[in-house]
């Protein structure tokens, strides 16, 4: 589409001549722009802007988890820590019609390979069931593990206690996004669920050193940070999971928090079931900093944490909230939050009337303590009733 624009400039003479100057264009790429929104949902409004509305009837919540074990030698306690208190996790969630899945954060060198990757020398024998984003089967046969399912707890037990039986090359990022891809999976991510939570167990970053790796010389080039390693891979495989934009997405990260030394070192020597002090441990700062993406936006947790079910408890807490509290927008972009001449403004019909206000400008409707705009999301506290109908105008940097 051409934008033109045309300047008249009326010159002051005798004759009163107007004089006009040449057109000048820009030049808009829609597909980029809008993808396949139609007009009524996109309106590019400059090369580098375009205005978008989105809207969104609250359907009941149902939340999918997908939680990411490292299941390399050290993380025998953390497991068996989290299974004593998967309790606390699902009790919150009761009523969110949930349900779970657990992979490795383990990648199989064929696949290294086939991504021109160097193979990783073993040092068990790991267990090609549990490699590249493949769903751990519960012990009754199931990959899923559904709310209201008897014996849950035990088979969460049983399932999230991995002896090692991988690389020791951890790629949490990597196998979250390969078992969204994974069709073996397909009921992973339900077409009618509303939040999708992913949960990162590890005691180490990304492939041990993180980005650091990659400037390292003793790590350098066989353990790499690749581009599929990092978050903007996970980003481009959800936008596919989720191509009509019905869902949000939240990472949690249980890991040895950056600066926290005491974790660190605690981490670093644990005994071991065969009574050796031993233990790896780096600060998870990849994983830290995808749960800080405004995109991503989850809780950090302490793995070395002696209270589990405070983890878990404010995990669950996180994801309830956002199950309940997110209108999912069409558009994953840059929103404009701080021009008033671009306002985000929010119509919405819910059981005390109808409202529309600009947020950051107008006063909130009743009942409501905070409302904000993410990419990809805008966020209501408290959480909103079922049946509500929102409808939002935002404008995006492109």
């Not at 008249?8 to 829609?30: A, H, K, N, Q, R």
Request: charged share 15%; net charge negative.
């Amino acid at each position: 589409m051409k934008w033109i624009l045309k300047a008249f400039v009326v010159l002051t003479t005798g004759l009163g001549i107007m004089v006009g100057c040449s057109p000048v264009s820009f030049d808009v790429d829609e597909k980029a722009v809008c993808g396949d929104l139609d007009a009524a949902s996109c309106n590019p409004i400059g090369p580098n802007l375009a205005e978008y509305t989105s809207a969104y009837t609250v359907a009941p919540a149902k939340v999918d988890v997908l939680i990411v074990n490292d299941n390399s030698g050290t993380m025998r306690y953390e497991q068996r820590e989290m299974g004593n208190r998967f309790n606390t996790f699902i009790n919150r969630l009761s009523g969110f019609n949930w349900q779970l899945g657990i992979t490795t954060m383990d990648v199989s060198n064929a696949n290294r390979n086939a991504n021109g990757e160097q193979s990783i020398a073993p040092t068990v024998t790991p267990n090609a069931n549990l490699q590249d984003g493949k769903l751990v089967p519960f012990y009754n046969g199931s990959y899923i593990l559904r709310e209201g399912q008897s014996d849950a707890l035990n088979l969460f037990r049983d399932a999230i206690e991995i002896e090692q039986q991988g690389l020791s090359d951890e790629r949490g990022i990597l196998t979250a996004s390969m078992a969204l891809q994974n069709s073996a999976n397909s009921g992973l991510v339900r077409s009618d669920s509303t939040h999708v939570a992913i949960i990162m167990l590890t005691d180490e970053d990304v492939r041990s050193g993180g980005e650091a790796n990659n400037t390292n010389p003793a790590t350098a080039g066989l353990l790499n940070i690749m581009p599929r390693d990092r978050k903007e891979n996970l980003l481009s495989v959800w936008n596919q999971v989720n191509s009509n934009r019905n869902k949000t997405i939240s990472v949690h990260s249980l890991i040895v928090q950056p600066g926290n030394s005491g974790c660190y070192n605690a981490q670093r020597t644990q005994v071991q079931p065969n009574g050796q002090i031993f233990g790896d441990a780096t600060f998870g700062l990849m994983y830290d900093d995808i749960s800080k993406d405004p995109t991503f936006k989850g809780i950090v947790g302490n793995i070395c944490s002696s209270n589990y079910s405070s983890e878990l408890s404010t995990i669950s807490n996180y994801i309830a909230g956002r199950a309940q509290g997110d209108v999912p927008l069409n558009k994953t972009c840059d929103i404009i939050t701080n021009n008033p001449d671009r306002p985000i403004t929010i119509d919405l019909q819910n059981s005390n009337g109808n409202f529309s206000f600009r947020l950051g400008i107008d006063p909130l409707p009743p009942g409501f303590t905070n409302i904000q705009a993410f990419p990809g999301r805008v966020e209501f506290t408290p959480g909103l009733n079922q049946g509500t109908n929102v409808q939002i105008r935002y404008s995006c940097n492109i």
